[in-house]
Nanobody, 118 residues
């Protein structure tokens, strides 16, 4: 069973940057792709970005391009989400997920809270 642990969330001011992390207990064929999702209060969970371990292919939600950057450190089994120019509407619980291909995620982390104050 692959375990994903998200960390690095916190409370920041609008305009600040924050990097959150997701560490996988292992990298296997079941977690070829890793992704970040977020869920704001009262809203549905939405896709943020995804990356593959092997070649680092990335995919972003259109609304996140340019503001968020996903990256990975294979040696640490860790995926990062760098978030810049944060706005109050970026406030959400951010979840990491892993799956065999982009778009299909079987494993989910517990989420990390990001709160942006104006």
């Amino acid at each position: 069973q692959v375990q994903l642990v998200a960390s690095g969330g916190g409370s920041v001011q609008a305009g600040d940057s924050l990097r959150i992390s997701c560490t996988a207990s292992e990298r296997t064929s079941r977690t070829v792709a890793m992704a970040w999702f977020r869920q704001a209060p009262g809203k549905e969970r939405e896709f943020v970005a995804a990356i593959t371990w092997s070649r680092g292919f990335t995919s972003y939600a259109d609304s996140m391009k340019g503001q968020f950057t996903i990256s990975r450190d294979n040696a640490k089994n860790t995926v990062y989400l760098q978030m810049n120019s944060l706005k109050p509407e970026d406030t959400a619980v951010y979840f990491c997920a892993g799956g065999t291909i982009m778009g299909e995620y079987e494993y989910w982390g517990q989420g990390t809270q990001v709160t942006v104050s104006s």
